[in-house]
């Protein structure tokens, strides 16, 4: 008796996973309710977390050039940019929701660093022109990951990606837009310009993740559909997207073995510093410990204003139920 | 009721007039009223829509969890109920 349930309830398990595996395999897309292999769940909330997490931190870099805008055509296109990261943010923390995280879990897992964001925004902005070099670089290594998540085999995640890239198109023409303005201005705007670009094209590079066969994940998760194209993969796509647009703003990119291979169809590049991305990923990053304390205490300084919202909640609500029992 | 215990809401939007509202995500708000001024900031930016309906999702209903499931299957076998499942002959108009 006891081993035919136990038969059946496997059977059942079964059936369950082979048609998981056929949705997978027929391009259908999983949604919160059907059955998933739990490492599928976990893998998901793995990574929209830490993609949740890097719009909510991703928003400090540049919102400290806000009160510095040289004007205010370009002070009201950089609110709109961070404004939109936070909303990013909780696009992604909802999808995230829907796997049976919860909002409070994922932010104290990021406050205590037990999620991850990108190490990218642990760099620091140190000019204005830092502001185009993010929009170029790192909103476009951003975008090139992100197109291929709009068909990722998760429902919720995807339909996030495609409001998300809908959105990240203007982050990225303004910074290219600021850029060509600081590039065609003085020798000095140039420089910056220039320097800026210097400073963020590498870790912009790292921005797609270790080498293919470095890369931990990878494999199963290309299998599930989460993830569409290997990380050197896009990183080449990038890297050759790259090389004419630097050109049409006049800049340079710090790359002495930058050039077009003929026979691969592709630009070859230099090797990437991977030691440098292992010892951000420690913590050991310029700007680590300042991100995380000013998430903190943003969190913390904000714990009255949720107080008192919910206080409000509570009377109206009591309130409402008074009449009704009146 | 602490922060943390905010619920959460579905928000639906009409993108224009003459179409109806379409589900376009959720989000944490402590009342009806602040759960419409977030939707509004969160899926609004760029005149997405003319008209916001936010509903708690645990007022929601739905079908049993297996999308694929027996409970849509009366539909499955009956053809007739499409004009493809006719055949008219050749040359028939306003058919």
């Known amino acids: 008796m006891v081993a035919t349930v136990v038969e059946s309830e496997s059977a059942g398990a079964e059936a369950y996973a082979e048609a998981f595996d056929a949705a997978v395999a027929a391009d259908e897309r999983i949604e919160p309710r059907d059955w998933m292999p739990g490492d599928y769940r976990a893998t998901l909330v793995r990574q929209m977390a830490q993609h949740a997490h890097s719009e909510i931190i991703g928003m400090q870099p540049e919102a400290n050039w806000i009160t510095r805008a ?7 296109i950089l609110m709109a940019k ?10 992604l923390y909802s999808a995230t929701e829907t796997l049976g995280a919860s909002r409070d879990d994922l932010l104290d897992k990021l406050h205590s660093g037990r ?3 990108s190490s990218i925004f642990n760099y620091p902005t140190l000019t204005w022109a830092d502001v185009g070099a993010i929009g170029w670089l790192v909103d476009g290594a951003a975008i090139t990951n992100q197109v291929p998540l709009c068909r990722c085999s998760y429902g919720p995640y995807a339909r996030a990606m495609v409001r998300i890239c809908k959105e990240e198109s203007f982050h990225q023409r303004q910074g290219y837009e600021l850029l060509l303005a600081l590039s065609r201005g003085t020798d000095a705007q140039h420089a910056m ?15 797609f993740g270790p080498p293919d066969d470095e890369s931990a994940h990878s494999a199963r998760s290309m299998a599930w559909k989460i993830k569409r194209h290997s990380n050197d993969e896009l990183r080449q796509r990038f890297v050759d997207i790259c090389v004419p647009q630097a050109e049409a703003l006049g800049l340079t990119l710090p790359d002495p073995d930058l050039r077009w291979n003929e026979e691969r169809g592709h630009h070859d590049f230099g090797p990437i510093d991977w030691e440098e991305f292992r010892e951000v990923l420690r913590g050991n990053g310029p700007c680590n410990d300042q991100r995380i304390t000013q998430r903190r205490q943003a969190h913390e300084e904000g714990a009255w204003v949720r107080e008192a919202a919910a206080a409000y909640a509570a009377k109206h609500t009591d309130r409402l139920h008074g009449e009704a029992t009146a | 009721m602490s922060a943390s215990e905010w619920p959460l809401w579905e928000v639906f939007v009409r993108s224009r007039r003459g179409l109806s509202h379409t589900h376009a995500g959720s989000l944490h708000a402590p009342d009806a009223e602040m759960a419409l001024r977030n939707a509004r900031d969160l899926y609004t930016r760029r005149s997405e829509g003319v008209s916001i309906w936010v509903v708690p999702s645990s007022a929601i209903t739905a079908s049993s969890p297996d999308e694929k499931d027996p409970f849509f299957e009366p539909a499955a076998d009956k053809p007739y109920r499409h004009p493809t499942f006719y055949e008219i002959p050749d040359g028939v108009k306003h058919l």
């Not at chain 1, 961070?82 to 696009?91: I, M, P, R, T």
């Open chain 1, 115 to 117: 999620q991850k964001y």
């Open chain 1, 82 to 91: 961070v404004q939109d990261e936070a909303g990013h943010g909780l696009y």
């Open chain 1, 193 to 207: 310009a220039q320097d800026a670009v210097d400073r963020w094209w590498w870790p912009s590079l790292m921005m």
């Open chain 1, 70 to 76: 040289p004007s205010l055509r370009r002070k009201a």
